[in-house]
């Protein structure tokens, strides 16, 4: 059996098990193309490579609002604009240096061309930047402005000035907002009655231009900082890990000599995960080195598949939410059709598993006769490579894509402390259900939970009939240079996360396949105990529910006073709506409020059925579930810009509910709804 990691000899202890390599190439690279050990001179690098070529592109609007072909500026022209903008910020002193010496610039927008602009000026000025995702509410600025101390912020839309101005009083150092879309004078007025001057995007660039000469530079060594990324901060307050351009070059780096990404200038990459998230920073590191391209959506989730169809990209960097829902719309599509169309396409789907199983991506009848249609109609004909991470990919759903698309589609594993690089699946592995071994310069071990059953001396793994054997079990932790320095004015909080010898604490539980390939089995963090003794994972519970097509969220609680878990289920309305809508109707909210209706036997069923194939125990299947209708929202404040259950928040929320569910006995009463 081919072994993708190895162990290195005499590392293992008492309560932890040997430290594994990259079985191909274990060696440490600090820098990437020509050089490059810095995001800086990566960006530069790519101008040297492609000046003429593709760099930034967007789809312009009509006065209708309805967007048109995308249109690309060279990265000649993206330099010319960095340049205006760093001129700006020098002339106007912008970046003063914080408490810790530090010359920061958040940005608060979506993914757009001015985000990069304004990061590399920032970076051109020996800066750093304070991403924001443009979710944020106005207490969750004000707490990283006022953190960071960042004087400067440049704002996509009116209303994300706004959410800045409302806490301007509360930051003391904030005094210019730069804005890339229209303002009213109205706007620029509350801007100076707080003391803050109000400019646009283009009136900053201007000023720049206005020079005549580039003021000289002063680029950032591969130890500074290089962004600030905020944790989502689920159970508390968000925290900024700082990330180095050492250690940003390092997961390129490693991602690179692993394999998995050969680019050249005439590709091109779909921006649409939002650029504060680690992930996305990565991919575009590696494609500005390379002289490719990057094409922004439109800032409208709904739109995703409309942009992709008209970009055509190379590179497509996923997360699980979004395939999972593809693949739902798919799969619902072909059972619609029934009959002969349905029979022919889950025989060809199953001949392409098949030939997974054997090392084939192609079949030379089933890709010209189905998926090739499939997936042009999706924009994705032209795609070399798809890489998803960020949370576990099903493996049906990942099959299935590897089928469909006919190219290379990797499961990462990482954390935004580690630059989100600490495994991939290597390239021509096809097996699934598990992330792959240490990328070249992560070195990974895994140490004893003795609470939750975990060894690293462990040999098997699940139940005596439908286990699996394994190499050990345990916490997953990691080190490299990859990993972070540590939270922003946080010390406790990085104690806990990184110890003297450089080892990152995942709070995950892994198991190390006979392969030497790492799988993602539970999750220490986020765990509590029920009465009877037994540890929850409640993270891994949810991700079991919401495989189900009908199950769009799920948040699962329980406590040491009680003996079983309840759950608050929203189903998937447009799933629901299929199967028991009656022509165009579907009341989602009275099907909620019905606990005899069809949703709710059918969810039912799902619960005990999906928890049966994840061979949940019985301790960790949900007893009693409320539904509600409406999803969890970033603006409502139960998910966190990533999308991730804020557990206080939601519990808060279904406080009452949940009490309810358990004031009658777990076999005297059935779910039971919200409204």
């Known amino acids: 059996m081919e072994q993708h990691s190895v162990i290195v000899p005499d590392t293992e202890t008492q309560t932890s098990g040997p430290i594994r390599r990259n079985a191909n190439n274990a060696n440490v690279v600090l820098s990437v193309r020509e050089g490059c050990r810095t995001v800086y001179e990566s960006f530069r690098n790519g101008a040297m490579v492609s000046p003429g070529g593709a760099c930034l592109g967007w789809r312009p609007l009509d006065p209708n609002g309805d967007a048109g072909p995308y249109v690309f500026m060279t990265y000649n022209e993206v330099l010319s604009r960095i340049d205006a903008v760093h001129n700006a910020l020098v002339t106007r002193n912008a970046l003063p240096p914080n408490e810790d010496g530090l010359r920061l610039l958040a940005i608060y927008s979506r993914n757009r061309p001015e985000w990069i602009v304004a990061e590399q000026a920032c970076f051109a000025s020996g800066g750093a930047t304070v991403p924001l995702y443009d979710t944020l509410g106005a207490d969750t600025v004000e707490y990283i402005l006022l953190q960071t101390g960042a004087p400067t912020v440049v704002c996509g839309t009116p209303a994300e000035v706004a959410s800045v101005l409302a806490v301007a009083a509360a930051c003391p150092r904030l005094g210019l907002v730069v804005c890339v879309e229209p303002f009213t004078e109205e706007l620029v007025g509350t801007a100076r009655s707080k003391g803050v001057a109000l400019v646009s995007f283009d009136e900053l660039e201007s000023e720049g231009r206005r020079m005549l000469r580039r003021l000289p530079h002063s680029p950032p060594s591969p130890g500074c900082v290089a962004t600030f990324c905020y944790t989502s901060g689920t159970t508390g307050s968000p925290k900024g890990a700082l990330l180095t351009h050492q250690s940003l070059i390092a997961s390129v780096a490693s991602v690179e000599q692993a394999g998995i990404l050969e680019l050249d200038s005439e590709d091109i990459h779909f921006s649409y995960l939002p650029l504060p998230h680690v992930f996305e920073r990565l991919v575009q590191v590696n494609i500005f080195a390379s002289g490719a391209a990057v094409g922004f959506y439109q800032g409208n989730p709904l739109k995703l598949v409309e942009d992709l169809q008209a970009l055509r990209p190379t590179i497509f960097p996923s997360v699980p939410r979004v395939l999972n829902r593809i693949y739902d719309k798919i799969m619902a599509g072909v059972a619609a059709a029934g009959g002969s169309k349905e029979a022919l396409f889950r025989r060809a789907l199953a001949s392409k598993v098949e030939g997974l199983r054997r090392g084939q991506l192609k079949h030379w009848l089933w890709d010209r006769l189905i998926f090739n249609t499939v997936k042009a109609g999706l924009g994705l004909d032209r795609l070399k490579v798809m890489a998803t991470g960020s949370a576990p990919i099903a493996p049906p759903v990942l099959d299935?894509?590897?089928?469909?698309?006919?190219?290379?589609?990797?499961?990462?594993?990482?954390?935004?402390?580690?630059?989100?690089?600490?495994?991939?699946?290597?390239?021509?592995?096809?097996?699934?259900?598990?992330?792959?071994?240490?990328?070249?310069?992560?070195?990974?071990?895994?140490?004893?939970?003795?609470?939750?059953?975990?060894?690293?001396?462990?040999?098997?793994?699940?139940?005596?009939?439908?286990?699996?054997?394994?190499?050990?079990?345990?916490?997953?932790?990691?080190?490299?240079?990859?990993?972070?320095?540590?939270?922003?004015?946080?010390?406790e909080k990085t104690a806990e996360t990184i110890d003297k010898d450089g080892w990152l604490y995942s709070g995950d539980i892994g198991l190390w396949t006979l392969s030497g390939n790492l799988k993602i089995i539970d999750r220490k963090k986020n765990i509590f105990k029920l009465a009877q003794g037994e540890y929850v994972a409640a993270e891994k519970i949810e991700n079991v529910l919401t495989t189900s097509p009908l199950i769009g969220q799920a948040f699962v609680y329980g406590d040491s006073l009680q003996s079983y878990l309840v759950a608050v289920i929203v189903p998937d309305e447009e799933t629901a709506a299929a199967r028991f809508g009656q022509g165009d109707t579907f009341n989602l909210a009275a099907a909620c409020a019905a606990p005899g209706s069809e949703l709710w036997q059918a969810i039912t069923e799902e619960v005990a059925t999906r928890s049966s194939e994840a061979k949940l125990a019985g301790f960790e299947t949900v007893r009693k579930f409320i539904l509600e209708p409406a999803p969890f929202s970033v603006e409502e404040g139960l998910l966190t810009p990533t999308f991730k259950i804020k557990r206080q928040a939601v519990e808060a929320k279904y406080k009452g509910a949940i009490d309810a569910l358990y004031a009658t006995p777990v076999s005297a009463a059935g779910p039971r709804s919200s409204l």
Do not use: N
């Not at 394994?470 to 990859?482: A, K, S």
């Open 400 to 491: 299935f894509f590897r089928c469909m698309l006919g190219c290379d589609v990797f499961e990462g594993y990482g954390q935004t402390e580690g630059c989100a690089a600490a495994t991939i699946t290597a390239p021509g592995d096809f097996s699934s259900g598990h992330v792959g071994p240490p990328v070249p310069c992560v070195e990974i071990k895994l140490i004893d939970v003795p609470d939750m059953g975990y060894r690293h001396t462990d040999t098997w793994h699940g139940g005596d009939q439908d286990g699996m054997p394994c190499v050990g079990r345990g916490e997953i932790v990691y080190r490299g240079p990859v990993a972070f320095t540590g939270y922003y004015k946080m010390p």
